[in-house]
C-alpha cells in the first residue's frame, strides 16, 4: 500500500479552468510538501506546510493541510498552460535511518489546453 | 540554495554494460540521495550515498546493481551495471542539508537500454 495516495493520477483541462488535486494517507505527519516537475527537469519545491488547517497561498496556488495533518490538497484557480507538469505530494522520513529521505505520492500530471 | 550539474543527461546503452551517472553539486551538502521515476511517473529512492562509506540501499536494490560512491561532499556517482531493457527509466541525484526541509534535485539522466 502506498503511503501518499494522490488524485487523480491524470487531469486534462482547459485554460482558465479551476482544478483540485488531493493527498491522502492514513498517517500523521508533521509536515508535506509539494513539488512541481516539468519534463527533462527535476521536480521543485513549491510549498511545505507544517501546522494542521494550514493554507498557503502561492499565486494561483492555494495549498491545505488537514487538521489532522493526515492530507492535503492543491488548488489551482484559472489554469494557464505554464501549470501544466507532475505535480507531487511527499513526506519526509523523520528519523533513524531513514531520516532526510522523501517518499512521494504516485504524482498527477496536468495538462492545460489553450 | 543548492545547484546540482548532472551528467549524462540522457544515454542510449546496450544491455549488458554499465553506465556511471555523476552528480556534481555547487556547495557542500550533508545528504545526497538517489532516485529512479518512470517518465510520467512517481519517484522511487534507490539509496542514500553517504560520504566516506558504503551507501544505504533502500528495498528492492542492492549495491552490485546499483553502485554508489560519494568521495566527497559535493559529488557522488550512480552506476548501473549490467543493464537490461527494465533499467530504462530516469535517474535523478537530490540533496538536502539536515537543518534545511527543501530537497534539491538535478535535471535527471533519462536512460534507455536496448
Known amino acids: 500500500t502506498q503511503l501518499l495516495e494522490q488524485s487523480p493520477q491524470f487531469l486534462s483541462i482547459q485554460e482558465g479552468e479551476n482544478l483540485t488535486v488531493y493527498c491522502n494517507s492514513s498517517?500523521?505527519?508533521?509536515?508535506l510538501q509539494w513539488y512541481r516537475q516539468e519534463p527533462g527537469e527535476g521536480p521543485v519545491l513549491l510549498v511545505t506546510v507544517v501546522t494542521g488547517g494550514e493554507v498557503k497561498k502561492l499565486k494561483r496556488l492555494t495549498f491545505q493541510f488537514g487538521d489532522a495533518r493526515k492530507d492535503s490538497s492543491l488548488h489551482i484557480t484559472a489554469a494557464q498552460t505554464g501549470d501544466t507538469g507532475l505535480y507531487l505530494c511527499a513526506v519526509f522520513n523523520a528519523g533513524g535511518t531513514s531520516y532526510g529521505k522523501l517518499t512521494f505520492g504516485q504524482g498527477t500530471i496536468l495538462t492545460v489546453h489553450p | 540554495s543548492a545547484v546540482i550539474s548532472q551528467k549524462p543527461s540522457r544515454d542510449i546503452c546496450q544491455r549488458g554494460t554499465s553506465l556511471t551517472i555523476q552528480c556534481q553539486v555547487d556547495?557542500?551538502?550533508?545528504?545526497m540521495f538517489w532516485y529512479r521515476q518512470q517518465p510520467g511517473q512517481s519517484l522511487t529512492l534507490i539509496a542514500t550515498?553517504?560520504?566516506?562509506?558504503?551507501?544505504?540501499?533502500e528495498s528492492g536494490f542492492v549495491i552490485d546493481k546499483f553502485p554508489i560512491s560519494r568521495p566527497n561532499l559535493t559529488f557522488s556517482t550512480l552506476t548501473v551495471s549490467n543493464m537490461s531493457p527494465e533499467d530504462s527509466s530516469i535517474y535523478l541525484c537530490?540533496?538536502?542539508?539536515?537543518?534545511?526541509?527543501?530537497?534539491?534535485f538535478g535535471q535527471g539522466t533519462r536512460l534507455t537500454v536496448v
Open positions: 550515498a553517504n560520504q566516506g562509506s558504503e551507501a544505504t540501499y
Open positions: 537530490s540533496v538536502k542539508q539536515v537543518l534545511n526541509t527543501e530537497a534539491f
Open positions: 556547495s557542500q551538502v550533508t545528504m
Open positions: 498517517s500523521v505527519f508533521s509536515s
